[in-house]
T-cell receptor, first 112, second 111 residues
Framework: DGGITQSPKYLFRKEGQNVTLSCEQN?????MYWYRQDPGQGLRLIYY???????QKGDIAEGYSVSREKKESFPLTVTSAQKNPTAFYLC???????????FGPGTRLLVL | KQEVTQIPAALSVPEGENLVLNCSFT??????LQWFRQDPGKGLTSLLL?????REQTSGRLNASLDKSSGRSTLYIAASQPGDSATYLC??????????FGAGTTVTVRA
């Protein structure tokens, strides 16, 4: 089956801890994206990558970091610098920056 | 900066009624516009994509229109069913390919 997988489904972060959210796709897409979704707000772009070994900041990159070492993988690290990390995180991919984005099932991050 | 607004935030209708969901955007210089469906706690599923040169797109009971000059798109869902209950999100892709999302309209179809 082709698609996008995100893990874990739920993640708990302790104060001062860094946590990493996984995103994998087997669609052979060049572009990958991370969004944050908060209640009553639209999705906001955290980081995106148009090609392996390259990525750009989105609208709310502070407190987050990413890597794109493989075409199929785009992990997101929520660092301790992100003071309000509780949200629903969605990963997406597209053939290129102009095409339809396909979304994963999401990871809900909660702070203990 | 592109701003996307969806009104109302929530809508409840009896089964069988037609649904009309609105999306407005501030910058008419768009590349395309996309409608998504999101079920609670899940990811987004693409419903329809309208290119900037198109006026509408149809898929089954769904029809989306686009009026770039007025900065509006409307999603019509005919003969609504309880399974149509979800949040519907509008997303506008600008000419720099960046996607801007509305906050969504949460639809409840009562049996």
């Amino acid at each position: 089956d082709g698609g996008i997988t995100q893990s874990p489904k739920y993640l708990f972060r302790k104060e001062g801890q860094n946590v990493t959210l996984s995103c994998e796709q087997n669609l052979n897409h060049d572009a990958m994206y991370w969004y944050r979704q908060d209640p009553g707000q639209g999705l906001r772009l955290i980081y995106y990558s148009q090609i392996v070994n390259d990525f750009q900041k989105g609208d709310i990159a502070e407190g987050y970091s990413v890597s794109r070492e493989k075409k199929e993988s785009f992990p997101l690290t929520v660092t301790s610098a992100q003071k309000n990390p509780t949200a629903f995180y969605l990963c997406a991919s597209s053939a290129d920056g102009r095409e339809t984005q396909y979304f994963g099932p999401g990871t809900r991050l909660l702070v203990l | 900066k592109q701003e996307v607004t969806q009104i109302p935030a929530a809508l409840s209708v009896p089964e069988g009624e037609n649904l009309v969901l609105n999306c407005s955007f501030t910058d008419s210089a768009i590349y395309n516009l996309q409608w998504f469906r999101q079920d609670p706690g899940k990811g987004l599923t693409s419903l329809l994509l309208i290119q900037s040169s198109q006026r509408e797109q149809t898929s089954g009971r769904l029809n989306a229109s686009l009026d770039k000059s007025s900065g509006r798109s409307t999603l019509y869902i005919a003969a609504s069913q309880p399974g149509d209950s979800a949040t519907y999100l509008c997303a506008v892709r600008s000419n720099d390919y960046k996607l801007s999302f509305g906050a969504g309209t949460t639809v409840t179809v009562r049996a």
